[in-house]
């Protein structure tokens, strides 16, 4: 456990999130104050170098001073300054890398940099007059510097400085082309749905300390609330009456309400049900936002937090529960809006919300490795899909209709060959990543305790089914078939630059080669090659995590456990094979099957009218309250009517009935006022 660890101090760890932090500032300063643009060579080195250079010293530190420590003593702590001092408590800007923030720094800058590269050659036709490129990578440092803030954090209140700058960022990524109103609305409802969930995570996080410090331990770092932990663990408290009619418990314990008030403002960063919304429309921003945010850093943020925090859910089992639920419930209702989606970075964004619900689905059953391993995994493959659709859309001229499409394999080979690797990544093919960390998930939540497991199982069983359909069919109706592409446009398509591709060839690799870190004993068996020794310590991202989550026991045997792969793997296939020939081979009887089937498919491709439903039922009486009721009654009649210009009319009333009769203009008048005033000065000093 995270407490029983021995830390080392170092200084490194404050400059993997302020080399990021130092290059926006000086973004900043230029656009802000000098108002004056860098040359572009300039921006990229600066903004790239900065990400580049967080990597190295992430890299340098994991594998120098963090993995080479015996497992115990694998905390390295890095203390800046003291923040917040009352009383008792302190809380300080302090960073601590151990070996969940390690995995997470890796994804982040690492993929992140990727990005970063990528987005030189996307942006590269932006040349408005609003500074645009150098704006655009100054919010991408921004993001990088949240995020690495967010996952180094040593304690909680720093965690939630990170956690808000990602979610400013994200705004200001997603309506970065704000003069687009659809944009501008897009950001604004990321912001808003986000500070929902942050609302009740700040309750949990008020609560959790409110307890700490009753108990006699006001702290607010993991390892001290690990630490103090049990004080509080037993403790309940008294629900409002309908969660009691609910439940059927007048009186919760305390860690289950914590945990849940933390799930929900990772419901809000992670994009679950019901504050999911947000996220399919974070579209409207470029592309290479799209794969920032939804492969390696915003949305993994719940699930880290909730990773984070497993101490906490391992003594609130109904949490727990609820977690995994909303994640398997999440990731199913994703996967079938994705199936009738026409958007191709549509589908990717419904394809993220769904397999987020995949790790919350491992996580709410205790299965925390895995959820990391399929968050590590997500990211590559994630992350080329995205990149690897940008360079489509780049190629069709900003185009994302893949109505439009078809036939492009002919047109864009390497991009087609790269994005099908990522396709089969994430439809769970062996022996690429994704079957690893997705058996892994699937596997634990089988043998798991959380009530309903086996409807759990059925329902990712079944998401992987749909995983696989609308994957295919994305690719086959990209890439595959007769050309749908208008005649202006066919001409002049053509593989994207070197900084497009070189990118998409680094996570394709990545994709492919990312399951050697987390091979389960169960397979690696069945390699002649590998001694007992080797074969126990196959899964060395298990062992890694080890210290922090202990070892994940499933009561299966072996045979039993590549018995269920092979269900998984079936189901992949055949999600495959259908999509294929429905999309690829006979597009005819798709589209008989669309139209005997039309009440349901407009169903799906209106997504539930779930963005309707919310309009009607809460954003509109919210619009129509706020303008009748607090401007017009509140802010315009009370505030503005009695508390401001109420005062100002009564002095005017004052003044023009009373004041103004001693302003006759008559200079006798005036003397004579002088004089009487002058005597009864007189009179008094007299008397």
Not at 120 to 143: A, K, P, T
Not at 248 to 270: D, H, Y
Request: hydrophobic share 55%.
């Amino acid at each position: 456990m995270v407490g029983t660890l021995n830390e080392t101090s170092t200084d490194l760890l404050r400059w993997i999130p302020a080399l990021p932090l130092l290059a926006a500032c000086i973004h900043g300063v230029m656009l802000g104050l000098l108002r004056k643009q860098a040359p572009r060579w300039l921006v990229i080195a600066l903004s790239c170098g900065a990400v580049l250079g967080s990597f190295v010293i992430s890299l340098y530190t994991v594998a120098t001073q963090l993995i080479p420590r015996a497992a115990e003593d694998r905390l390295l702590i890095d203390e800046v300054f003291t923040w917040i001092s009352a009383g008792d408590f302190q809380s300080q800007v302090a960073f601590q890398l151990d070996p969940l923030s390690a995995v997470m720094i890796l994804v982040v800058t690492g993929v992140g940099f990727l990005i970063h590269i990528y987005s030189i050659g996307y942006m590269d036709d932006d040349h408005r007059e609003d500074r645009g490129f150098q704006r655009f990578f100054c919010y991408l440092n921004l993001f990088t510097f949240s995020m690495l803030m967010l996952v180094l954090a040593d304690n909680l209140p720093l965690l939630f400085l990170g956690w808000e700058g990602v979610g400013l960022c994200s705004y200001l990524l997603i309506g970065f082309w704000y003069a687009d109103t659809w944009n501008a609305y897009c950001g604004s409802k990321a912001f808003i749905l986000n500070r929902i969930g942050d609302f009740a995570f700040l309750l949990g996080l008020f609560f959790l300390f409110w307890a700490l410090a009753d108990a006699g331990t006001p702290t607010a770092s993991f390892r001290g609330i690990e630490d103090a932990f049990g004080a509080i663990a037993a403790q309940t408290v008294s629900v409002p009456a309908w969660l009691a009619s609910l439940s059927g418990v007048a009186e919760w314990r305390l860690a289950t309400v914590i945990g849940l008030c933390f799930f929900v403002g990772a419901c809000g960063k992670s994009a679950q049900l019901p504050l999911y919304v947000w996220l399919p429309d974070a579209m409207a921003g470029p592309t290479p936002v799209s794969a920032l945010i939804h492969a390696a850093t915003m949305v993994t943020a719940g699930v880290y937090l909730v990773c984070r925090m497993h101490f906490l859910y391992a003594e609130a089992i109904g949490a727990s529960t609820v977690i995994a639920w909303v994640g398997g419930l999440t990731a199913i209702f994703a996967a079938t809006i994705a199936i009738c989606q026409n958007d191709i970075k549509k589908v990717l964004a419904y394809s993220t919300v769904s397999q987020l619900g995949y790790m919350f689905m491992a996580a709410g059953c205790g299965a925390y490795t895995a959820a990391v391993f399929h968050l590590g995994t997500h990211a590559f493959f994630k992350a080329l899909l995205f990149l690897g659709s940008g360079a489509v859309i780049l190629a069709m001229h900003h185009e994302q209709d893949m109505r439009k499409m078809g036939g492009l394999a002919k047109k864009l080979p390497i991009t087609h060959g790269l994005f099908l690797i990522g396709v089969l990544a994430i439809a769970g093919v062996p022996p690429l990543s994704g079957f690893f960390s997705k058996d892994e998930i699937l596997l634990s939540v089988y043998t798991s305790h959380v009530a309903g497991h086996q409807y759990l199982y059925a329902i990712g069983l079944g998401t992987a089914l749909l995983t696989a359909f609308y994957m295919m069919r994305l690719h086959a109706l990209t890439f595959w078939g007769k050309s749908r592409v208008a005649h202006d446009v066919e001409h002049h398509i053509e593989e994207p630059a070197d900084t497009v591709l070189v990118p998409l060839w680094i996570l394709a690799g990545l994709a492919i080669v990312a399951s050697i870190a987390g091979i389960p004993s169960a397979w690696a068996e069945l390699l002649p090659f590998l001694d007992a020794d080797t074969v126990a310590h196959s899964n060395s991202l298990a062992n890694f995590l080890s210290p922090l989550f202990g070892h994940h026991e499933v009561a299966l045997s072996s045979s039993a456990e590549r018995t269920l792969a092979g269900y998984a793997v079936a189901t992949a296939a055949t999600g495959l094979f259908a999509g294929w020939w429905l999309y690829a081979k006979k597009p005819e009887i798709a589209f008989v099957i669309s139209r005997l089937l039309a009440p349901l498919h407009k169903l799906l491709e209106n997504k539930y009218y779930v963005d309707e439903i919310y309009q009607t039922l809460l954003v509109n009486p919210l619009i129509w309250i706020s303008d009748r009721v607090f401007y017009k009654i509140i802010d315009a009649g009370v505030i503005d009517g009695l508390g401001v210009n109420g005062p100002a009319k009564m002095v005017r009333i004052f003044a023009l009935r009373g004041l103004r009769r001693f302003q006759s203009g008559l200079v006798q008048s005036y003397i004579l006022l002088i004089i009487l005033g002058s005597c009864a000065i007189v009179a008094y000093l007299v008397r």
